[in-house]
């Protein structure tokens, strides 16, 4: 096993994490801009009210996007099960 192939690995693993967390992490990130947003313009800082809405939008992703993700994951393990014979010889 070369050093290339144990960066490439690692790239690739990196990219898929990176594709699983996407949805999430935006999801996350716009419904806490929004409610930032919303509580510069009333000026209310209550923290349970940021919290609360991250915490169902993230549930709501994880609900849509959560079948797309355990596919993925499928893939890329059986991609590296079967590249296993040629990483070893």
């Known amino acids: 096993m070369t050093d290339t192939?144990?960066?490439e690995l690692?790239?690739?693993a990196m990219t898929v994490a990176a594709k699983?967390?996407?949805p999430i992490?935006?999801?996350?990130?716009?419904i806490g801009f929004a409610?930032?947003?919303?509580?510069?313009?009333t000026q209310i800082q209550e923290a349970t009210l940021s919290f609360v809405p991250k915490a169902i939008g993230v549930g709501v992703a994880i609900l849509f996007s959560g079948n797309w993700m355990l596919h993925e994951m499928i893939?890329?393990?059986?991609?590296?099960?079967e590249r296993i014979?040629?990483?070893l010889g």
């Open 85 to 87: 014979p040629a990483l």
């Open 5 to 7: 192939q144990i960066v």
């Open 10 to 12: 690692g790239l690739h």
């Open 75 to 81: 893939t890329y393990t059986q991609q590296l099960f």
């Open 25 to 30: 992490l935006l999801t996350a990130l716009l």
């Open 20 to 22: 699983m967390c996407a």
């Open 35 to 41: 409610i930032s947003l919303f509580q510069s313009v």
